[in-house]
């Protein structure tokens, strides 16, 4: 399966050490640009462990907080 932009641009800048593990969304918009403002939190939220509906990219740590999980 593809991997979306998104999630591509977000393994991008942690691999250049732009992004730090757990982030939030505000953190994600300063590191790259380019997607609508609330796309940041939404795609987040939207793409957490354990959502039961859409492919999992992220945990989520507390209310707000992510990391990155493994390919």
């Known amino acids: 399966m593809k991997t979306s932009r ?3 641009e ?3 800048v942690i691999e250049e050490g732009r992004l ?3 982030f939030r969304a505000e953190d994600l918009r300063k590191a790259f640009g380019g997607f609508a403002f609330n796309t940041y939190s939404h795609f987040l939220s939207k793409h957490v462990r354990g959502n039961g509906r859409y492919k999992e990219y992220f ?3 507390e ?3 992510y ?3 493994p390919n």
């Open 6 to 8: 998104f999630v591509a």
């Open 10 to 12: 977000t393994d991008r």
């Open 20 to 22: 730090h593990e757990p």
């Open 59 to 61: 945990e989520r740590i």
């Open 63 to 65: 209310l707000g907080l």
């Open 67 to 69: 990391r990155r999980l």
